[in-house]
């Protein structure tokens, strides 16, 4: 009865199986490494690594989803993390708003951007997707460096520090044990969507626009969706980072800055949430161990690109996870 | 049974390309239960009409009624929505998704949940994403891929894909199902294995409308047969009327041969 | 206020030329392969670049300036090879993801050879602005121009008369015949690559003088060259051309008469008012999509 089975090439075959089933299992081992890394971390620049490394991943978490998923691109979420930051910090220093109030509402302001902008913007695809989302995210940076009586212009802004029930949260140790946990929160909600009547909307989105049409899934309405999600976790990362920081500049919301996200995803894998948090800790804590290679950042953060998209395309953790599953059967 | 009415009506149905006319001043009835089929020569129509009857295309002019509903001018989520299901010719199956996510996908129509639902996992959809990989599960096994449930699909042999997607269609439990080749490029084991199952579906009250060129095929399933030629239709009746038509035989061959006897869609099998 | 309007519309046509350059370099691509080129305005900034280099180093600018364009039609090539052609059948997100790998890999190598400094071209002929009804033009800006337009009738001649750009047309119009009738496309791919590097060297060998250039030049003019090719209607010519223009005119006219802090946002607003209103751009983008 066999016959030629039918290969395809672009829409990647989701290996999540063995990455993310069972997804508490896998939650339960990211709980364990983020507990269990500080026995690791001898200096406070470790633990501020390591928070940069969680906050990365939150938003990469999201915007795996909407890459990886939804199959969907988009190149300027780094403004949505921006937006994230300056809102907060803007909400909080110039309208005196709390800032365990003005973190959220931020996040939420952003959402609400992000579903104003995300109808006209999917209905794109391919390229134009790509340009329109570019687009926005060059608009929201150029605003961010002009508009200095809000923002601080170019030179960014002093955002005030975390007040949690009175306590200032200051510090990389705390920070450190904060972020993670924002981390597994973020990893459990979006483990939880893929195994959902909705996340199988996405991925039969990416799998087959028409045929999930005909199913009768209402393809606009989930990816502006995911849009949205994405986007909010990215405010949130954003705006988490930019008290952490105390600081923030536009550079946050700038081209570049988007596309290191994206490499992030891509590199540490399409459809795998575990594969966003390995993508980003891979190409967050790189650069910081090869101080050597500061002047080739860039070069090398190309090549990875480059090198992922043409031989794994599928990212690293799949591929990986797909020898792994070779190796056993 | 024909007293009743019917479950598709359509009438003056119209498409065109550009010049190319795919269909032209259409008017088809499907009765409920019956397994309908429409064959002609390439480039008939037939992919076209099918398009139209699941929304993918937008019809110039006419009229869809499902069970009553106008259908003409509706997304295709609706028409979805309506209760019609379909194959496709050219396989779209969810290759990202194992046997069973493209069959519970199937059932999104009555599985969707909010965003929230989603997210946080509620008891109220851990319980229902179980009884819909249940439902999923029942379905395979209708369908005779019982053993593929965890196989990724993009693995899986062309006979079985083609069984797949049925499978998938039928996950929204729809009122109608269009099957648009779903014997080609299978071998004849395979073709009577799609036979009987459409044999089933049809006893246990699915409306099928199948657009075929396995003859055998048709002329064993079909309740009813309409044949398209050129956009428009050129007979209809049951499997031994349509064999027996002057003007379906010289369609499929040209006027005044011999060979008739041998080549006719029905000949073999009237 | 004649002489104000002469002048932004001077300097709008000029950058505007710029911009169509670097546009033709996006629209020839997509049309051998429907992929956006990211790492078009690489290609812009590398001519630049070695100009400037090897005037620097003492070579006179009659070679400087076409050896500066083999370099840069040289790393086209290169990375066609390398980075394209191995992922030719991915899908257009993929291809993308790689274009802008490749152009951070070359603006990482450009800061590592020539560091992080401005580094400029002598004007080809004079320095010497001239003055016209009030406004006042840099003598460059008509090379410019002039460059732009000869590279224009070039290219026209190259697809209309020769057998090699007669072939390349082809292919944008139907892949699959253009096989079919034993043209190699991914030849086509190949020169196409090599043909949009040269353009888009040639705008920036023609912009240095006036705009100095830098390792990090090619982002905002690659993206704003991308957006000419929008406007104007991807994969169609004249629509580069008229598309690069018209982004030229209402950068200009908008720096000058609204803002000029937001100048370089006009551009990034077109794309959008181009991608949501009118998808096909002024002339209407090849597209071939099959129901």
């Known amino acids: 009865m066999a016959h030629a089975t039918v290969t395809v090439s672009d829409s990647p075959v989701a290996v999540r199986h063995w990455a993310a089933r069972p997804r508490v299992g896998g939650t339960l081992v990211l709980a364990a490494v983020v507990a269990l890394a500080p026995l690791l971390m001898r200096n406070n620049y470790a633990y501020d690594v390591a928070t940069q490394v969680a906050l990365n991943a939150i938003v990469c978490v999201g915007l795996n989803l909407l890459i990886g998923y939804a199959g969907q691109i988009s190149l300027g979420h780094a403004g949505f993390f921006a937006l994230g930051g300056y809102g907060s910090a803007i909400l909080a220093t110039r309208y005196g708003v709390p800032v365990w109030v003005s973190l959220p509402l931020a996040c939420a302001l952003v959402g609400g951007l992000a579903f104003v902008i995300g109808r006209p913007t999917l209905r794109l695809k391919g390229h134009t997707l790509a340009m329109a989302t570019l687009g926005l995210g060059i608009i929201i940076s150029i605003v961010l460096s002009t508009e200095d009586r809000w923002t601080g212009g170019p030179d960014g802004m002093a955002v005030p520090p975390l007040v949690l029930f009175g306590w200032i949260v200051k510090g990389e140790r705390i920070w450190y044990w904060l972020a993670g946990g924002a981390l597994l929160l973020a990893v459990w909600l979006a483990l939880n969507l893929i195994e959902s009547p909705t996340g199988r909307a996405l991925r039969a989105l990416h799998g087959s626009e028409v045929a999930s049409e005909t199913l009768g899934i209402r393809s606009a309405r989930y990816k502006l969706q995911v849009f949205v999600l994405s986007a909010v976790f990215a405010a949130v990362a954003g705006a988490l980072t930019a008290h952490y920081a105390g600081f923030i500049t536009p550079a946050k919301a700038s081209f570049m800055h988007s596309v290191e996200l994206v490499i992030m995803v891509v590199f540490g894998g399409m459809a795998s949430i575990f594969g966003a948090v390995v993508g980003a800790a891979v190409l967050t804590v790189l650069p910081q161990l090869l101080t050597v290679l500061q002047d080739y950042e860039m070069m090398v953060f190309g090549a990875v690109l480059v090198g992922t998209m043409v031989f794994f395309p599928q990212g690293i953790v799949p591929t990986l996870a797909r020898w792994w599953a070779r190796r056993w059967s | ?270 | 206020m004649s002489g104000a309007w002469l002048q932004f519309i001077a300097s709008g046509l000029t950058a505007g030329a710029i911009y169509a350059l670097v546009a033709l370099g996006f629209s020839i691509i997509y049309n051998a392969s429907t992929a956006i080129n990211f790492a078009q305005g690489e290609f812009v900034m590398i001519g630049g670049m070695s100009a400037a280099t090897l005037w620097a180093s003492g070579v006179p600018l009659a070679l400087a300036l076409p050896a500066a364009i083999g370099a840069a039609v040289l790393v086209a090539l290169i990375v066609e090879k390398v980075a394209i052609e191995p992922a030719r059948h991915s899908g257009t997100v993929t291809l993308i993801i790689i274009t802008i790998g490749v152009s951070l890999f070359l603006r990482g190598l450009a800061q590592v050879v020539w560091g992080k400094g401005v580094h400029r071209l002598p004007a080809f002929t004079s320095e010497a602005p001239i003055s016209f009804m009030g406004a006042t033009i840099l003598p460059q800006s008509l090379w410019v121009l002039v460059g732009a337009a000869v590279a224009v009738a070039a290219l026209s001649a190259f697809y209309g008369r020769t057998l090699m750009g007669k072939a390349m047309l082809a292919t944008s119009y139907n892949r699959l015949a253009a096989q079919l009738v034993g043209i190699n496309t991914r030849g086509v791919l190949f020169a196409s690559f090599g043909l949009a590097a040269a353009l888009g060297a040639l705008g920036g060998v023609l912009i240095a003088p006036i705009a100095f250039t830098s390792y990090d030049a090619g982002i905002m003019l690659g993206l704003k060259g991308f957006a000419a090719a929008m406007l104007g209607g991807l994969g169609s010519f004249p629509g580069a051309v008229i598309g690069g223009i018209v982004l030229g005119l209402l950068e200009g006219l908008g720096a000058g008469f609204v803002s000029s802090a937001y100048k370089d946002a006009i551009a990034f607003v077109v794309i959008l008012a181009v991608l949501f209103l009118m998808p096909g751009g002024i002339l209407g983008a090849r597209n071939s999509d099959r129901v």
Not at chain 2, 60 to 76: C, K, M, Y
Not at chain 2, 103 to 123: I, Q
Not at chain 2, 150 to 169: C, H, N, Q, T
Not at chain 2, 193 to 201: K, M, N, T
């Open chain 2, 1 to 270: 049974m024909n007293a009743a009415a019917p479950l598709l009506d359509i009438r003056n149905l119209s498409k065109a390309f550009g010049g190319v006319h795919a269909i032209e001043g259409l008017a088809m009835q499907v009765q409920r239960g019956a397994v309908h089929s429409v064959i002609g020569p390439n480039g008939a129509g037939k992919t076209s009409l099918i398009n139209m009857l699941s929304g993918v295309y937008r019809p110039d002019t006419g009229s869809i009624r499902l069970a009553g509903r106008e259908l003409f001018g509706e997304p295709v989520h609706a028409f979805a929505a309506a209760g019609i299901g379909r194959t496709f010719q050219n396989l779209q199956v969810f290759f990202n998704m194992t046997a069973l996510e493209n069959v519970m996908t199937g059932r999104h129509l009555r599985d969707r949940c909010s965003l929230f639902a989603a997210l946080l996992h509620t008891p109220a959809l851990v319980r229902a994403e179980t009884a819909c990989r249940d439902a999923a599960r029942a379905l395979l096994r209708q369908v005779g891929l019982a053993g593929y449930e965890d196989v990724p699909s993009a693995s899986m042999p062309y006979g079985a894909l083609k069984r797949l997607e049925i499978a998938r269609a039928l996950g929204a439990q729809p009122l109608l199902l269009l099957l648009d080749e779903p014997a080609a490029g299978l071998n004849a084991t395979e073709a009577r294995e799609i036979d009987a199952l459409i044999r089933r579906l049809a006893a246990e009250g699915t409306t099928v409308v199948l657009v075929e060129h396995n003859m055998r095929l048709v002329m064993e399933v079909s309740d009813h047969i309409f044949v398209l030629d050129h956009g428009r239709k050129l007979a209809e009746g049951t499997p031994a009327e349509v064999a027996a038509d002057a003007r379906v035989i010289e369609a499929y061959l040209g006027t005044g041969s011999g060979h008739e006897q041998e080549a006719t869609p029905g000949a073999a099998y009237a």
